[in-house]
C-alpha cells in the first residue's frame, strides 16, 4: 500500500431489517457499522422497541428519509467489545441506547446537557448523519450497534430487560416534560391519548405523586388506565364529563399525534397552567389564542430528553419499578405491526425480539 492511500475504515458486518422507499416494506438489510473505536461501545441488541416515529420515517411522512432506512431507537442490549479509553462499560454489562448517539458537544444546549436541542442537530440513531462512515445512522432493528461511550446509558438491575426499552424513547419523551413543569404532589395532571406515550405518561406522573387524569376517545379503555394509575378517566367525546374539568388542571401533556381540537384541553387548564405537545403531528392545527391570553396559560412542546436526564429517567424507573407494557413480536412481524400500530392495537407497545434475527 502506498503511504498516500487512506485505509478504508474497519468494519462490521450487521444484519438487520430495512426499507429501501416509502412504498417498501421493512425486509431483511445487511450493512456495515464501524469497528469500535477509543471511545465506543460496540453493543448486541437483544430488544428495540417500536415507537410511532419508526413508523413515520420507513414511511418518510416528515419528509426528510434517506434510504435505505433501518429504523429503531429504544435499543437494549449486551456490550461484546469496548473502545481502550472506556472505563464506564465492559464486555458482558448490560446498556441502552435511545434517539440519539452523538450532538455538537460544544453548542450551548449541550452544554447544558440538552443533547437533544442541539444547534447543529443531534445526530439520530437513525436517519442522521453517520459522521464515522459517512452516510446515514442505521437503528436498533439489527444485530448490534457501535456507539459512543458519552451516548450508552446503563439499565437499573431489577427492569425486565424488553419492557425496559420502550423507556428509551416513550419513557424520556415523557419524563422530560414533567420534570420540567415540575409535576408533583398536589398537582392535577391530565394525560391525553392512552398510546405508548400516553401509558408511560400516566405511570411517570403517577409515580411522581400527581392527581392523574386520562383523557381518552374511547370509554373502553377506563379500567386499563385506572390498572396504570389513572385516578380518572374522562372521555374528551363526552362534552358533559370535559365541562366538568373546565380550569381543574395545572399540566395537560397531549401525547396525541394527528391533528385534533387542542383548545378543548386548553380550556380545562387552570391560570398559568401549561399544555405540552409530545405527539408530533406531521399536520399542523389551528391553536385559539384567546385561550391563551385569558389565563396567562402556556402551549409548549417538547423533544425527548438529554442524555444525562434520560439517566435520571431509567434509575426513576428502576426506583418505582416502572417499566412498558409490551407484546413481543419477532421481527419478521413488524410489517403486520405497524398496521396494528396504525389502529392502536397495541398494549402498549411492540418489542421485538432481536434473537428472532438469527431464527
Ligand atoms: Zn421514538
Ligand atoms: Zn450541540
Not at 9 to 38: H, I, M
Not at 125 to 135: A, R, V
Request: hydrophobic residues 35%.
Amino acid at each position: 500500500m502506498s503511504k498516500s492511500s487512506v485505509a478504508a475504515p474497519a468494519t462490521l458486518k450487521t444484519v438487520g431489517y430495512g426499507s429501501n422507499s416509502a412504498q417498501s416494506p421493512l425486509a431483511p438489510f445487511s450493512f456495515e457499522r464501524r469497528e469500535p473505536g477509543p471511545r465506543d461501545i460496540q453493543i448486541e441488541i437483544l430488544y428495540c422497541g417500536v415507537c410511532h416515529s419508526d413508523l413515520h420515517t420507513v414511511r418518510n411522512e416528515w419528509q426528510n428519509t434517506i434510504y435505505p432506512c433501518v429504523p429503531g431507537h429504544e435499543i437494549v442490549g449486551r456490550v461484546t467489545a469496548v473502545g481502550n479509553q472506556v472505563k464506564t462499560f465492559k464486555a458482558g454489562d448490560v446498556a441502552a441506547v435511545g434517539c440519539m448517539v452523538d450532538s455538537c458537544r460544544s453548542c450551548a444546549s449541550c452544554r447544558d446537557g440538552l443533547e437533544q436541542y442541539c444547534e447543529v442537530g443531534f445526530v439520530g440513531t437513525y436517519n442522521g448523519e453517520d459522521k464515522h462512515l459517512g452516510g446515514v445512522t442505521y437503528g436498533g432493528y439489527s444485530d448490534k450497534i457501535v456507539v459512543d461511550q458519552d451516548f450508552v446509558l446503563r439499565v437499573p438491575a431489577n427492569l425486565d430487560l424488553a419492557a425496559t426499552s420502550p423507556l428509551l424513547c416513550a419513557g424520556i419523551t415523557t419524563y422530560s416534560p414533567l420534570r420540567h413543569w415540575k409535576v408533583g404532589k398536589g398537582q392535577r395532571v391530565g394525560i391525553v391519548g392512552l398510546g405508548g406515550l400516553g401509558h408511560m405518561g400516566i405511570k411517570l406522573a403517577h409515580a411522581m405523586g400527581a392527581e392523574v387524569v386520562l383523557f381518552t376517545t374511547s370509554p373502553n379503555k377506563k379500567e386499563d388506565a385506572q390498572r396504570l394509575g389513572a385516578n380518572e378517566v374522562v372521555v374528551s367525546k363526552n362534552q358533559n364529563e370535559m365541562e366538568r374539568q373546565l380550569n381543574r388542571f395545572d399540566f395537560i401533556l397531549d401525547t396525541v399525534s394527528a391533528p385534533h381540537n387542542v383548545d378543548a384541553f386548553l380550556q380545562l387548564l387552570k391560570r398559568d397552567g401549561t399544555l405540552c405537545m409530545v405527539g408530533a403531528s406531521p399536520e399542523p392545527f389551528p391553536v385559539p389564542v384567546f385561550s391563551l391570553i385569558m389565563k396567562r396559560r402556556q402551549f409548549a412542546g417538547s423533544l425527548i430528553g438529554g442524555i444525562a436526564e434520560t439517566q435520571e429517567m431509567l434509575d426513576f424507573c428502576g426506583k418505582h419499578g416502572i417499566t412498558s407494557d409490551i407484546e413481543i413480536i419477532p421481527i419478521q412481524q413488524i410489517n403486520q405491526a405497524y398496521e396494528r400500530m396504525l389502529k392502536s392495537d397495541v398494549k402498549y407497545r411492540f418489542v421485538i425480539d432481536m434473537a428472532s434475527l438469527k431464527g
